[in-house]
């Protein structure tokens, strides 16, 4: 990623339903080359989707909790399986160390998350859950800072230096 494609980015996450012709404005490069430059992050896999940002809490699951799992030598086809037909669960990660997957679990109320966890503890594939309800948000997600720092060149295409 360059300073261009930094810059499309950051317009996208401001100004999630900007068109080319309204980014191009914003960044001051032509329209063909937001078009062009969107493409290639979209084909790269840079950029995975437009889909809107959702604040679980007003959208009635104020419960957030990370939970990590223990499970069978073996079962983690089984244990993607469950957590996938659990509506529940925001995401999941397989990690190193003490717990072998990491799951981040939303939930409309306490009785909600406990039935969750419950119905994990039941699965034959977990063998031991730990989890953690989370107080309130420190830092925001957020891809901005870390793109930042590793973004390389100019922020005009090369017609406009």
């Known amino acids: 990623m360059d300073a261009l494609d930094l810059a499309l980015v950051r317009e996208l996450r401001e100004n999630p339903r900007a068109g080319d012709l309204e980014l191009s404005r914003r960044v001051g490069v032509a329209r063909a080359t ?17 889909g809107p940002d959702v604040d679980l809490a007003a959208s009635g699951h104020p419960v957030l909790a990370f939970a990590t799992l223990e ?8 244990v ?28 409309t109320s306490h009785s909600d998350l406990q039935d969750v966890l419950l119905h994990m503890s039941t699965s034959g594939s977990i063998v031991r859950s730990t989890s953690v309800v989370v107080l309130s948000e420190l830092v925001a997600p957020r891809i ?11 922020s005009r295409s090369p017609a406009y230096r």
């Open 34 to 50: 937001v078009t062009a430059r969107l493409g290639k992050l979209e084909s790269s896999g840079v950029i995975t989707g437009y």
């Open 71 to 78: 499970i069978a030598q073996g079962r983690l086809d089984d």
């Open 80 to 107: 993607r399986a469950e957590l996938d037909s659990l509506p529940n669960v925001l995401e999941a990660y397989v990690t190193s160390g003490a717990a072998d997957v990491v799951c981040k679990i939303a939930a």
């Open 144 to 154: 901005l800072p870390i793109l930042s720092r590793d973004v390389t060149g100019s």
